[in-house]
């Protein structure tokens, strides 16, 4: 039997949303009224936001949602994507040394042994080691 370590809830999304209408001193009803998508005019309800905010249960924004969120938080879309990604699917994004690259790792501890080295060869394969030291 395989053990894995428990699951851990993030609230990444959460409290970027909380935090930043704080931040602008919004409340609930003018966070939604300017929770609007600018290209489909979708509306993000205070009472989606007040949920979220307090850790109850929500349906996962959607694009539209997240731009809409996005206009109303004065934030770039692809932070609430980011966030939004590690809160309700569990993936986080991982930025390389170089800030020049990221890639999205999931669940990269459920890995055996086997697939992590199956892993690294493969990588070795487009970027050998050693190659960018000197």
Do not use: Y
């Amino acid at each position: 039997m395989i053990e894995h370590e428990p699951e851990t809830e993030t609230t990444e999304f959460a409290d970027l949303i909380r935090d930043r209408r704080a931040v602008l001193g919004l409340s609930l009803d003018k966070f939604q009224d300017r929770s609007v998508d600018p290209r489909t005019g979708v509306q993000v309800k205070s009472g989606w936001v007040h949920r979220l905010e307090k850790g109850e249960p929500v349906i996962p924004p959607r694009l539209p949602q997240l731009r809409a969120l996005a206009a109303a938080a004065q934030l770039p879309l692809e932070q609430l994507q980011d966030a939004a990604a590690a809160q309700f699917l569990g993936i986080e994004r991982v930025w390389a040394e170089s800030g020049e690259a990221s890639a999205l790792v999931r669940r990269a501890g459920d890995l055996t042994a086997d697939q992590r080295e199956q892993l690294l060869r493969l990588l070795d394969a487009f970027a050998p080691p050693g190659r960018n030291e000197g």
